[in-house]
């Protein structure tokens, strides 16, 4: 560390003990997922949420869109953000001005209102805080630490998801007004999240070279440069397709009250399930399938395979009460492999070999594409329902196959472009690394 640092009291990581960079770790995964919480509750609590602010299917989908696009209009400026100002100011003002917005949602306003809310949630959740998900991680550990280190930090996402989300169950279950429930569990994800914030100001230090002044707002000659690199625009449409259908197996849990009149608390569990618990296995097992296979969108094909298939079942199953387990144990397995593939759904840009210089535009590019499905996919699929009543599900499948067949044949051809203009690159560096052994043996003979 410089003596300039030293002065202005910043730290690295190799100043920091074990205890703290693990402490930060922890505070960063646990916030990922306990901030996202609020704006995606119906994924989970879909007909209390409803039932409480009283509004039909569109209107609970027209705030997740709202959100969506207040999203889309921040990731990109997000990084610059994060490039900016502290780590700590900006992770302490998410957390709080967060805190703040969900104290209010809890009020259960007017759905106008609430959308003014999740446009404000898009600010402060991923203008201000999105960028402090990646970058404190890495500023607490080395350069070959960072892998392992993210990865532990999606394993502890997913255990927090589980964690909070039984306990938001309980607290349904256990007050028998759906709105006094849902205010009580809006209360404490408020709290939750303002806790968060507080103890930031004490665990994240002013790092070293976390601030670059010398950072552009955007460059469009990157940008161009990103989206003319072979693959990146098939990568794009590929995530673009894994998300809108991941997102799409939200409305499982409705399927299953809806069409088999499922117990609510029964829908619960599996919906926690199927949004946090699946991923303590689909995200291990597909990510060690993409290193096996040293193909992430081979294995992305396959998910979306085997998720079409199970799409398919919903369509061709009998809405029988009776099978309600069946359908349960169906809408598991779907939450496997959509979360799977979402998992890894941004790793096809490593086989594209997108020079590190414009790696940051690329995946800002990927981030915009990507979340896209939030911007209309749940006020789509929201008035579905409200038009068709239990007959939208087929329509809401469908859809669902759509998108993973688009998905398909994206891969399919980012495949292509990967055999036709980097395969030979690694023909030519096999070649030439094998010229260079028998160089090498007949020197020595």
Request: net charge neutral.
């Amino acid at each position: 560390m410089s003596l300039l640092a030293k002065s202005k009291g910043e730290v690295t990581y190799k100043d920091l003990t074990s205890l703290h960079k693990w402490a930060l770790v922890v505070l960063i995964s646990m916030g990922s997922s306990i901030i996202y919480a609020p704006m995606y509750l119906k994924n989970v609590f879909y007909d209390p949420l409803m039932q409480a602010l009283g509004c039909s299917n569109a209107d609970l989908g027209l705030m997740v869109s709202a959100y969506g696009i207040a999203a889309m209009i921040c990731y990109l400026p997000s990084g610059i953000v994060a490039d900016k100002f502290r780590m700590r100011t900006l992770a302490v003002g998410g957390f709080l001005a967060t805190a703040v917005l969900v104290g209010v949602y809890a009020l259960l306003p007017s759905v106008q209102i609430c959308l003014v809310l999740f446009v404000l949630m898009g600010v402060t959740s991923i203008l201000v805080w999105w960028g402090t998900r990646f970058k404190v991680i890495r500023l607490c550990c080395e350069e070959d630490e960072y892998a392992s280190k993210i990865g532990i930090s999606y394993s502890i996402y997913g255990v927090t998801g589980l964690v909070i989300g039984l306990i938001n169950a309980g607290i349904i279950a256990a007050i028998s007004n759906v709105v006094a429930g849902v205010q009580v569990m809006l209360v404490f994800l408020a709290v939750m999240i303002a806790v968060l914030g507080v103890a930031s100001i004490f665990l994240i230090p002013d790092f070293a070279g976390e601030i670059n002044k010398d950072a552009k707002l955007f460059s469009v000659k990157e940008a161009l440069e990103a989206i003319k690199h072979p693959g990146v625009i098939w990568a794009c449409v590929a995530y673009f397709c894994v998300y809108a259908v991941y997102q799409g197996a939200t409305y499982t849990t409705p399927y299953l009250t809806q069409c088999f009149d499922a117990d609510g608390n029964l829908v619960n569990v599996v919906g926690l399930i199927r949004t946090y618990g699946i991923g303590l296995i689909a995200g291990p097992v597909v990510g060690f399938l993409a290193t096996k296979l040293k193909s992430p969108s081979k294995v992305i094909l396959g998910a979306f395979i085997l998720s079409m298939a199970v799409l398919v079942g919903f369509i061709l199953f009998p809405h029988d009460p009776g099978s309600s387990l069946v359908a349960a144990v169906l809408v598991v397995v779907f939450g496997f492999t959509t979360y799977g593939a979402f998992s890894i759904g941004s790793s096809p840009l490593s086989e594209i070999k997108i020079p590190m210089r414009i790696f940051g535009t690329a995946a800002g590019l990927l981030s915009v594409i990507g979340f896209l499905p939030d911007v209309f996919i749940h006020t789509w699929y929201g008035g579905l329902i409200d038009a068709q009543g239990i007959a939208a599900y087929n329509s809401i499948f469908g859809f669902e196959i759509m998108f993973g067949v688009i998905g398909c044949l994206c891969l399919i051809m980012l495949l292509r472009s990967i055999k036709k203009h980097f395969g030979a690159e690694t023909v030519d560096a096999a070649e030439e690394a094998e010229a260079q052994q028998i160089a090498g043996g007949e020197a020595t003979v």
